[in-house]
């Protein structure tokens, strides 16, 4: 079931996604080589408590960070680390949500460390494309499978591949609401979408094959071929006329 929210409880829910645009925008300068992605961890912690705001991930599922933070070939669900050092030349994709006033906000992007090269700069231009396309495709009227397709269509005709196993997801007074909202599908099938919907649009992109696996931490996701990995996050609302970022400040 797909829960529809009122104006208000938008209002709250752009407040939360504002506090996520604005972690990204702190973290942003501080991803140099020779940070650890536990420095990141800690940063987070400071922000979430300066904020007054708590922690969407922690405590998830068993998770046990704020962040996830995933570097290179992985995909997904990196678990921060005193070990984990990044370096010129290294992509790491950051996944940061918290809860404010009882409502979600969930955002990801990846960024390179120092210079990268061209194949992952491309990587990280076509990732976030795909995902602006697929929210150009967030209006009223629209189906599901309409967003789902734009983001296919755009990574594939880049030559890259869309992971299949992680999906989006609604979100709202939880993180992970009806609907699913791959990163694959065809135009015209799905759910309508209609004003008051919030949804988490998160397109996985692999520089190889689709394919990924689950290491032995039982979190982290990457690329069964080792390629290359990029995320980015956006929480949205559909409005009448269209629809909204949330999850910028
Ligand atoms: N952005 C991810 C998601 O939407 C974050 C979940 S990671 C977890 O599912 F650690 F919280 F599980
Ligand atoms: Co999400």
Request: with cysteine; hydrophobic share 40%; net charge negative.
């Amino acid at each position: 079931m797909i829960l529809v929210k009122s104006p208000r409880e938008i209002e709250v829910m752009r407040r939360a996604g504002a506090v996520v645009g604005r972690f990204f925008e702190e973290v942003r300068p501080l991803i140099l080589p020779g940070i650890s992605t536990w420095d990141l961890e800690l940063f987070a912690d400071r922000f979430i408590a300066r904020n007054g705001v708590r922690s969407a991930f922690k405590g998830y599922m068993g998770y046990t960070a704020h962040l996830c933070t995933s570097i290179n070939e992985e995909v997904v669900h990196g678990i921060p680390s005193k070990d984990r050092v990044v370096r010129e030349g290294d992509i790491l994709s950051i996944d940061f949500g918290i809860v404010r006033d009882g409502f979600y906000g969930d955002s990801a992007m990846t960024f390179p460390v120092g210079a990268v090269s061209g194949v992952s700069s491309r990587l990280l231009a076509v990732t976030e494309r795909s995902l602006a396309v697929g929210i150009g495709e967030v209006r009223p009227g629209n189906r599901l499978g309409d967003v789902s397709a734009a983001v296919q269509e755009s990574v594939e005709s880049e030559g890259f591949s869309v992971v299949r196993d992680f999906v989006g997801h609604g979100i709202g007074r939880s993180l992970h609401e009806d609907p699913q909202i791959p990163n694959f599908g065809k135009r015209g099938v799905g759910p309508k979408l209609m004003p008051g919907m919030t949804l988490a649009i998160e397109p996985m992109v692999n520089a190889g094959g689709w394919p990924v696996e689950v290491l032995a931490d039982g979190w982290t996701v990457v690329t069964r071929d080792r390629s290359r990995s990029a995320h980015f996050e956006h929480t949205v609302a559909v409005t009448e006329d269209g629809c909204c970022i949330l999850s910028i400040s």
